[in-house]
């Protein structure tokens, strides 16, 4: 592809040396610009005529948006951090039309931090919840009696402690503090990326408390996927640690419990809701571990493949890049699996260009890996961009987990910007929504459609990555076939909602 | 390049299917990231063993460095405003070692906002200075008499005030906050790109009126010189807007007398400073005005370069980007000169993507620019950087430049890491160093050798910098090749001290 333009380039430019007429000049610039539109996700896609109307309203709206920010840079444009702005989103119509729109699949989303913060709360609401309030901490168990593990300070059921307050509304504002890193205090919104994963890890510790309880667990799941669904999200690839869930009279379960559970709520969900296609699981393990744990986690993965065949789609390694393992260390534990065992690594999500973490990236792709999460990096690597872009290798880009995680603050300078316009092969997803406050998918597109891609890109680019979802899942054919019927069954309602209400 | 790359990826990778040895899969890894070393920017240099022994030095201190922040973001990290660390740059033997490095060449850098606030402080010492405070303006003007300029207050002698006032310490840094953006007030780093530009806009306007009389202008040229001379910079390209200059009686000088002081101060510094090569002159204007502004100010750039040919460059527009005219609008003034007058255009000084700014990038390789200034956009635009690459048109990157204007905070987001690792055509420069108090290239060069090149880019980097900027200047065959043996000359005795004094 390079090659072809920079040949294009030297033709059309080089033998120019006398003044142009103006006429020929706007003929040539607009070639130029046209090639490179030409070029970015979405390029190749042909409109019909009632998508092209559709795209007119909403570029019309676009144009709107980025015009003001243009011109006023002070009031709301994506140079904050999210949190700033996060709850200005509603009033913008380009993200209502978003929201509206089919998304196909959310490939990259940590199965325990799918959930808002205000569903996490109501689970609170359950019985026999007992909670450890000690500093700033908060730890919560589901048991019989008062649990056995240890508390700085008291094991209290929850419910007492909720019924004793005078004011419900900030107790329970303080619970669902412990659910989020969402914040409006300005101070909570610059620390460095290890301060902050250490508060993002201990909101993961807090919720996974909370949802290691079998019964929670399962209605966390429905819930979650209701607002994945809600936010026309039809097929959705969780990575899972697959924890150990208890009973209320404190029996364990097995590590295989997890998947089964996630296969049993996914199918009810399925017959509840006829349109949502499924779920596919990826097996993870904290990057932390040694490589024997490594090895029996890929052991695990195997099991569950066997056991549930339809729904298994690979292996990861998860947790903050910089402070882990890198992948080559478990070289030889991964070898040995990458033949039977798909990989979907966590790759280059740091800023720390030619680190043991941004080599990640060289790893999974001489690894096979099927996508790369992240890809943060990936731009600072001509080789690696180009193995990506030649074995299609897909990168889940998670734009406002990379903001709230401390790699960047103005979304313009996301890498995204560039994959976008070079045609790489993108998938949106979210990482951790429940975490931020994010929608499952609607923020993440809105922010990349309007803060990050150009001006110029339009319905031709999110009907791409839309597509992109499901061509770049882990379904397999038939099932890509079945996903893709019903997504454009669904796009063709949007795109008559789109134009014909919208106008 | 790009073809062959991938040719080599498919190939190598492709055609792997079954686990390898440990030992093949690291000869492979190292291979691939050995040939993205390659790729960057000093990719071809070969080290001499005196170079290899200083590279040792170099890294050794590097690594230090890069490690500690990597292990602690939370101190001395370059994800911080450049004001919050600047003062601590001095702590760093790194910073050390690349402040005596000979440097070549600075090509981007604005005539009026060369000097340091210190420096321009000792200015305001001289005779007849009348200064008129108002709100939190500082109006400065020469004359024999109180100026008739209007004042919303008075008019009144600065010496008369300094000797009024009980605390000159303070009186003075009062002054000189008028003379720089620099800050270590929390709330000035985190305005909007518009603000933060009225804010530049106004001290340039203090600095423009303080050295527009003709004997301290000459003063301040001297002193510019004196301080990139200090740097180790051997060579200067200068962009100036040819401000008229009056004399203490109120006497103007017309338009050419500007370029005749540069050559004539430049001349007398040279003779002092024998292994100071010189400067040449991009004259510039405002990208506000009018075409037939434009018109005439080419007209003036071509008297400047018959009258004095060796210290002509070209021409350029200048001012902030995303407000003024984009160059498509000029296009029959531009393309009229284009065979006469060589262009050194900014372009792309920008995050709004797909804006005419932005496009700015396409105007200025299809004009045929000799480089770009800032390019900062082009990483956005796979087109216009393969045209870029191709016709071998030089990037003039101003790191400082850029984080004090508000395109990026955390500099590791900023595009140069891209540009070096693709081995495009960079040349590093300072843009306003005396506006951010910044050295004259040594800051640039440090923050940008440590905190956004890749942590194992080393001494063939800067070499290849340094080279680049000689490479690229305008001056003619014969200058380069005398520029090229001073040069190598300097580089040699730094060598020398780095390898034997720095162990
Ligand atoms: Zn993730
Ligand atoms: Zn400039």
Redesign the interface.
Known sequence: ???A??KY??LT??AQ????S?HD?NA??AN??E??FG?QVGGNIKLSDKENSANNVLMRYKRQE?DES?Q???YF?F?RHYFTYKNDIEKSKVYHIIRKMPKGAALHVHSSLMLSAERLLALTYEDHLYACFADDDLKLHFSANVPQRPCHTKWQLLSVLRNETEDIVSFDENIKKHFTLYSQNEKDLK?????VWERFNKVCRTIKDLIAYRPVREKFFYEALKEFYNDKIMYIELRSGLPILYELDGTLHDLTHMPRIYHRVAKRFKEDHPDFIGIKLIVTIHRAKDINKIRKSIEIARRIKEELPDMFAGFDLVGQE?LGKPL?DF??AL??A??DINFYFHGGET?????ST??NL??A??LGSKRIGHGYAL??????L??V???DIALEVNVISNVVL?????V???PL??YL???MPVVLSSDDPGAWGADPLSHDFYISFVG??????NLRMLKQLVINSIKYSALNASEKLEAFKKLFKEWDDFIEDLSTNFR
């Not at 040396?17 to 142009?20: E, P, R, V, Y």
């Not at 401390?406 to 103005?410: C, E, Q, T, Y």
């Open positions: 592809m390079y090659a333009v920079v380039i030297i430019l080089c040396t006398n003044a142009w103006i000049y040539e610039r130029l610009l090639q490179e070029l980025v243009f006023n840079p002070k444009n140079s620390f460095d990326i290890n301060y910089d080559v070289y030889p070898t040995e990458k033949d800023n720390w260009f030619g680190s941004d080599e060289a790893d792709i001489l731009i600072k690597h001509p080789s690696l180009a193995a872009k030649a074995k401390s790699l960047v603050s103005d313009r300078n996301h910007a560039s316009a070079f045609g990050i891609a150009s001006k110029r890109a």
